[in-house]
């Protein structure tokens, strides 16, 4: 099978060639990755012979319509994903999120190539902390913030390409994710790696927010399972009932690392900021029988730990100018 996967060297999408490679010998493996300050070519290092890297733009017709056609199914992750810039300068996130989900449709449509679309539970908006509920399939949707209404934009495309040119798509509208390769803008690494360089996790607001957390490599279990066993034209949720408030995981960090629990800095909070996710994957777990292999959120935290301990040498060269960029806005 040819498998062209789009951000293909950003976290979620380098961990899932890695696995697919690792998993699947028959794979030939195609990445189209326009390598932002997000996508890292090291990320592949450990599978470089058994992958090509093209370097290009998921809204350049060109490449896309080249690389789609040689290919049998694509797995599009290639995403601005980070919200905290998209409130910073939202441009890039409408253009890749948007008009770069659009140009894969058209080139897939062309090419009668299967599509899974990898999207986010931030489509759905927030629940209260209090609320019993979680996000099912069936919650309408509400995105708050420049990233996600581009995210529920590109959803929407897909489902219109399906049901007006019957295209064969599915969506995947996953939780937060942790694990290696996450660039230390995120939560999770950039705590680690401040309390690594002897430095205080920085808490936004006061930490009440809570977050579905999943391991990168449960949720990518879960795209293969959507895309071998998933019916096209539909959508599925993926989370692993991990909740927590990020004041929890900042605690459990602290404790990791043999620091006090109240070690930590209250910084600026994030304008619009999600008070909580929550996902029900009955559907996925049901239909498709996925189940997570990581039900320890704190033991795959130590383990994550560990990752980015012995691997300075892939974060170090961007962790200063990612805390200079939070440093111009107070966090
Ligand atoms: P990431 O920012 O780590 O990686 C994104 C990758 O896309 C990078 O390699 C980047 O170079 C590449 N890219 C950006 N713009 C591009 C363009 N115009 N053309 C080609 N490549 C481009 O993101 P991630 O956290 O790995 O997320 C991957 C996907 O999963 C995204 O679609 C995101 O919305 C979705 N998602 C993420 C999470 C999460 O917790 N991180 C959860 C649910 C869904
Ligand atoms: O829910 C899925 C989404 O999860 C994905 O679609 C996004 O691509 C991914 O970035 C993530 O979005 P969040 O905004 O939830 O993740 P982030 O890592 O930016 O922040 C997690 C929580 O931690 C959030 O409540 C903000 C808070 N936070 C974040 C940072 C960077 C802090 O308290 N301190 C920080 O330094």
């Not at 909580?276 to 994550?304: K, V």
Request: glycine share 8%; proline share 4%.
């Amino acid at each position: 099978m040819r498998v062209l996967v789009t951000g293909g060297a950003g976290f979620i999408g380098a961990n899932f060639v890695r696995r697919t490679v690792e998993t699947r010998p028959d794979a030939h493996v195609v990445v189209l990755d326009a390598l932002t300050y997000a996508g890292d070519a090291r990320s592949l290092d450990p599978v470089r012979d058994r992958v090509r890297l093209e370097v290009g733009d998921v809204a350049d017709p060109d490449v896309v319509d080249r690389l789609v056609a040689e290919a049998d199914l694509v797995v599009h992750f290639a995403a601005e994903s980070h919200n905290d810039n998209s409130l910073t300068d939202p441009s890039p996130f409408v253009r890749t999120n948007v008009v770069g989900t659009f140009t894969l449709l058209e080139a897939v449509r062309r090419h009668g190539v299967r599509l899974h679309h990898v999207s986010t539970d931030e489509v759905y908006g927030d629940l209260e902390l209090d609320d019993p509920g979680r996000f099912t399939e069936a919650t309408a949707y509400n995105p708050s913030s420049p990233y996600s209404s581009t995210k529920a934009s590109s959803d929407l495309l897909v489902r219109a390409w399906v049901r007006s040119f019957g295209v064969r798509a599915t969506i995947s509208n996953c939780s937060n994710n942790y694990g290696p390769y996450q660039h230390v803008e995120k939560f999770i690494p950039r705590q680690i790696t401040n309390l690594l360089d002897g430095g205080r996790p920085k808490l936004y607001g006061r930490g009440a927010n809570v977050r579905d957390w999943i391991h990168v490599d449960d949720h990518n279990d879960a795209v293969w399972a959507i895309v071998e066993r998933g019916t096209p034209g539909e959508t599925y949720l993926v989370g692993a009932d991990g909740e927590r408030s990020n004041l929890e995981v900042v605690q459990d960090l602290l404790e990791i690392f043999g620091r006090d629990r109240d070690d930590y800095e209250v910084v600026a909070d994030r304008a619009g900021h999600d008070l909580r996710y929550a996902i029900d994957a009955t559907r996925l777990r049901t239909e498709l029988g996925w189940a997570p292999r990581y039900t320890s959120f704190r033991e795959g935290l130590a383990r994550t730990v560990e990752w980015y301990r012995e691997h300075e040498d892939w974060w170090r060269p961007a962790k200063a100018r990612t805390e200079a960029r939070y440093a111009a806005s107070g966090q």
